[in-house]
């Protein structure tokens, strides 16, 4: 080919060459864990734009993680000399379809100016509808109807597009709930996660001239990891392709791990038929991992049945055996991972010293996050937790945001819901109620009815004089945030390159800048609406930390050029991109760590009813069980040299302590590929008397079983995990039966702790809960021990 001679041909083996030179016609690159084919297809990219293909921003590119486009952006950079910087199109789905969206949103009855509701909002909106039609909360909870509307949204079904056949869902009201859902969300001008594709799927099915546009426009379409997509991502692109059919996927039927979300790896399957003469490559050799890790991978892919079946080879070598040991519990396996880390990190075992960054600990459940963080507080380990939106989830940062949000677009009524009478103004239930019915009784949103209830008089008193200051408030801010220096708005998107595209229709619409500083005017938000002096009021221990994480808010607003762009990355990214140059360990979920690669990786709480989940475990058919095991593929093939499984034999899961069994993908690892360790300093004893016995689980013969025996030899009884333990089961057995956790799920309505849950107490200082009896609650203090105390005196530690 006439392809000039850039060195990124020099790093690719022939069948990735050939992927990146394919440049016409659909491509399908179907191939194993760390086989390069992201990188291929990073290749492909900077191909496209030396060749003179496309420029930059003509090229779609969808990566599954916000982490996964900057890296990508930053290699493509390094291979064209800064050419990706007007890749303004590569992202994720959803972050690429609420820039499509904000050009058209009008089409589907919104403004462009709509905002994304978090999962908080989602539910209290559900709970209004269900409490509007008699529905019953306990039979019925709002987190379900939450799950049967995101199924629907995931295969692109409108409320009108449902097929009978579903339309039984939540007592045959499911679509009629759906439909009041989306029209809610209209009036509210905003959407949930699942419109974002949706809502441009309908876009492209019914305005042709809109689809034709951007066919035109994107001149190559390339999909990383396109076995997780859902229907509606696959209809989208589909649309998208149908002009030029220059599309290139890549993925690996294998790593499918998405399904429970919708995901079809039929997708892949169907990728020759719906673009036929599509050029398939294949790839085998991985440069990701050495031997032994390929081979335990491979060990524990091919126990399932439904798959295409692989071959992997690596040029490389066998280097370590993946590790495996077994803990008491989990702060045990926590505290010997961080020990384990900090030699790593000085160097042992002969191997250089790794830096913090080259390690991670990815979890099959985001519940076992806690224990190394609290662990690695401890001892003073750097860390970073990955996708979980944890900073964001705190009440006080929703409070500020909800503010926020009402200086953005003052028909945001979840936001003046909540917001409404935080900090206290004297309005209760019933305020809140009249001002709901004076809204919809005359068509306007809360802030209008707030208005209207003030000056009818209908809201008195106290709270009336704090809702007209309020009302005051919301205006001023409003205002400040939207008045311009030149009092005109432009003919502009929100993203200022956007009006390179001529030919597509525009709106006006209001980009987010002012002449007030967003930073400064959060600020003034925040002192003024009363919320800052209400936690310098607060005397409770957690109320410096709520003013100290307010702060931090708002110094991260300092990183975007408008509030609306700052909320915008809240909804949809959550993480933090600064964050990930400093050395430190890395926390993340499997689901997460797709495509990823780490030297080191340690994968904890490999147990049955873990993981694999319990729901996949209960589920008849093999479907669930091999989603699990394909996870767990995913895990193992993440590591480049080391590798570290575990598995605890007794686990506070909600507050409840749980007996567990070696996972049954442990006797799946091929014996030859691992070394089985014993925490150090345990000797004699055994496992049996603990309450578990090899026998007892049926998924414990092999390689468990021969575990068992050399576990055996670990004295756990000598543990301090266990003294504790036994310790508390004189208080409770060990393993609740079924309906003692139902009755834990009950308390939880009814007293606001639960046990295992942190606490503190201004005398005895950092606790958990051990029982509750009314308000009494059995507390273990770290340093004062066992005590009974009155609720009232206790604040949970937790956030
Ligand atoms: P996954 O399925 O996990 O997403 P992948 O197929 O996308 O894996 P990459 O992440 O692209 O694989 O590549 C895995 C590793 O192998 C990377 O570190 C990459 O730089 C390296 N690699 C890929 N191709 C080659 C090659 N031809 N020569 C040397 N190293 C390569
Ligand atoms: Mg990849």
């Not at 390094?78 to 050419?83: N, P, S, V």
């Not at 690996?252 to 399957?269: K, P």
């Not at 993908?665 to 150090?680: A, Y």
């Not at 603990?690 to 079983?705: I, L």
């Amino acid at each position: 080919t006439a392809a000039p001679h850039v060195d990124y041909f020099a790093g690719l083996n022939p069948a990735q060459r050939q992927a990146v030179e394919t440049l016409d016609g659909p491509v399908l690159m179907l191939a194993g864990a760390g086989t390069g084919k992201t990188k291929a297809l990073t290749c492909r990219i900077a191909h496209l734009m030396a060749t003179g293909r496309a420029r930059p921003d003509e090229i779609l590119a969808v990566t599954f993680t916000n982490k996964a486009a900057r890296e990508m952006k930053n290699r493509i950079s390094g291979l064209t000399q800064g050419a990706s910087e007007g890749m303004r199109w590569l992202g994720t789905f959803h972050a690429i379809c609420v820039k499509l969206l904000r050009r058209h949103s009008e089409l589907v009855g919104l403004k462009s100016s709509f905002t994304i509701l978090d999962t908080d909002d989602q539910m209290r909106l559900l709970k209004q509808l269900l409490r509007a039609s008699d529905i019953d909360e306990k039979r019925w909870p709002p987190r379900m109807l939450a799950g049967i509307i995101d199924g629907w949204k995931n295969k692109a079904w409108t409320p009108a597009q449902v097929p009978v056949a579903e339309s039984s869902a939540f007592d045959d009201k499911g679509v009629d709930l759906y439909a009041a859902y989306q029209q809610r969300l209209k009036d509210l001008n905003a959407c949930d996660f699942g419109d974002l594709l949706l809502h441009m799927v309908t876009i492209f099915q019914t305005h042709a001239d809109v689809l034709a546009t951007y066919q035109r426009w994107f001149k190559y379409i390339l999909v990383d990891e396109y076995q997780d997509t859902n229907v509606a991502q696959y209809l989208w692109l589909r649309l998208l392709a149908q002009g030029h059919k220059n599309i290139c996927c890549v993925g690996d039927d294998d790593q499918s791990i998405y399904g429970w979300r919708g995901a079809e790896v039929g997708n892949i399957l169907r990728f020759e038929k719906d673009f036929p003469g599509a050029h398939v490559v294949r790839l085998e050799q991985n440069y990701r991992s050495t031997g032994h890790i390929l081979g335990a991978a491979a060990g524990v892919i091919d126990a399932n049945k439904d798959r295409l079946g692989k071959t992997l080879f690596t040029d490389g070598e066998d280097g370590e055996k993946v590790r495996l040991i077994g803990h008491w519990d989990g702060e045990e396996e926590a505290r010997w991972i961080g020990e384990d880390i900090e030699s790593m990190q000085r160097g042992t075992r002969g191997l250089d010293a790794m830096p913090l960054n080259s390690m991670a600990i990815l979890v099959r459940a985001s519940h076992q996050m806690r224990s190394f963080e609290d662990r690695f507080l401890t001892i003073g380990l750097p860390y970073r937790v990955i996708g979980g939106p944890r900073f964001y989830e705190r009440m006080e940062i929703r409070d500020a945001m909800a503010y926020f949000r009402l200086a953005v677009s003052q028909d945001d009524d979840l936001a003046f819901e909540r917001i409404v009478n935080t900090p206290k103004r004297g309005l209760g239930d019933k305020a809140v109620q009249t001002i709901q019915m004076t809204a919809r009784s005359n068509g306007v949103n809360l802030i209008e009815g707030a208005r209207l209830c003030v000056n009818g008089g209908l809201i008195k008193g106290r709270g009336g004089n704090a809702l007209r200051d309020l009302v005051q408030g919301l205006d001023r801010w409003h205002g400040q945030l939207h008045c311009r220096s030149n009092g005109a708005t432009r003919r502009e998107l929100l993203d200022d390159e956007d009006s390179v595209i001529d030919d597509g229709p525009t709106v006006e619409v209001f980009d987010g800048a002012s002449n007030v500083n967003h930073v400064e005017l959060a600020e003034v938000i925040l002192d003024e609406c009363g919320y800052t002096a209400h936690w310098k009021n607060e005397k409770t221990p957690e109320a410096p930390g709520r003013l100290e994480n307010l702060k931090e808010l708002v110094k991260a607003l300092e990183n975007f050029d408008s509030l609306q762009g700052f909320l915008e990355h809240i909804s949809l990214i959550m993480d933090n991109a600064k964050d990930e140059e400093d050395d430190k360990v890395t926390i993340m979920t499997l689901h997460g760590a797709k495509g990823l690669e780490f030297p080191s990786v340690y994968l904890p709480g490999w147990e049955d009813g873990l993981f694999p989940s319990q729901r996949s475990m209960d589920e008849s058919g093999l479907k669930g069980l091999e989603e699990e095991r394909r996870l767990a593929y995913v895990g193992i093939t993440r590591a480049e040299k080391h590798c570290t499984i575990s598995f605890t034999s007794s686990r506070l899961v909600y507050g409840q302590w749980q007996s567990q069994m070696p996972s049954r993908f442990i006797d799946e690892l091929p014996e030859e590929n691992v070394e089985v360790l014993t925490p150090p300093g345990l000797h004699g004893g055994g496992f049996g008397a603990a309450g578990m016995s090899a026998q007892a689980n049926p998924a414990s013969e092999g390689m468990a079983s021969t575990l068992h025996e050399k576990m055996a030899k670990a004295d756990v009884y000598n543990s301090p995990g266990w003294r504790r333990l036994q310790s508390r089961s004189q208080q409770r057995p060990m393993t609740q039966p079924k309906e003692s956790r139902n009755a834990v799920i009950d308390l939880k309505a009814t007293s606001s702790f639960t046990t295992g849950e942190r606490v503190f107490h201004h005398k005895f200082g950092y606790g958990e809960v051990m029982e509750i009896e009314g308000d009494k609650l059995l507390i273990e203090f770290d340093k004062a021990g066992e005590k009974k105390v009155v609720a009232k005196f206790i604040v949970s530690a937790d956030s």
